[in-house]
Every structure is written in C-alpha cells, then in structure tokens.
C-alpha cells in the first residue's frame, strides 16, 4: 500500500508565495509520473501540474510562468511553488502519483485560501 501526504497549504494575500510538497510512503517499486491537481467549490478537479521520472513538466496554462513543479525521486517526494498568487488559485490541492505497473495515487488534500 501507497499514502501519499500534502503539506503547505494555507492562507495567503493575493501575490505572495507557498510552497507544497507531497510525499508518498509505503510498498514502493517506482513510481512514474506525479502531478498536483485542485478543486475549487463547485468545481470539477483540474490538473494544475505533472512531472515525468525524467523531469519532464506540464502545466495548466493558467499557472504558467507562475506554478513550478519539481520532485527529489530519492526521497519520493514532489513540490509545487506557487508565485504570484491569484484569488482563483483559491482550491484543495491534491497530489496524485502513478506506480510501475499503473496504480494511481491520491493524497487526502491541502487548503490553499487567496484573499484579495
């Protein structure tokens, strides 16, 4: 069995900076791609980021330039900085990882709250 745990959510202004790190425990062989995603009230959950094993990135086009994935795979950890923060950033993030043999992953959430 996998967990994967978020942590640095919280409250911030419009245009300041947190930073989130996922880091997923238990029976791992590999683990290929992690990403983060986010709901916001009444909304569907979207991708906001994903990285590869080789560190290759993509990104929701609404964060670009201003959301930075990266990940340590010694340490089976991923992070998403968050720049330049916006209202709507305003959502639970949840990180998400994809096993070797292709079980997926999700973390039980973190708040992220912008105020204007």
């Known amino acids: 069995q996998v967990q994967l745990v978020e942590s640095g959510g919280g409250l911030v202004q419009a245009g300041g900076s947190l930073r989130l790190s996922c880091a997923a425990s238990g029976t791992i062989f590999r683990i290929n791609d992690m990403g983060w995603y986010r709901q916001a009230p009444g909304k569907q959950r979207e991708v906001v980021a994903s990285i590869t094993t080789g560190g290759r990135t993509n990104y929701q086009d609404s964060v670009k330039g201003r959301f930075t994935i990266s990940r340590d795979n010694g340490k089976n950890t991923v992070y998403l900085q968050m720049n330049s923060l916006k209202p709507e950033d305003t959502a639970v993030y949840y990180c998400?990882?994809?096993?070797?043999?292709?079980?997926?992953?999700w973390g039980r959430g973190t708040q992220v709250t912008v105020s204007s």
């Open positions: 998400n990882a994809e096993m070797w043999g292709g079980a997926i992953y």
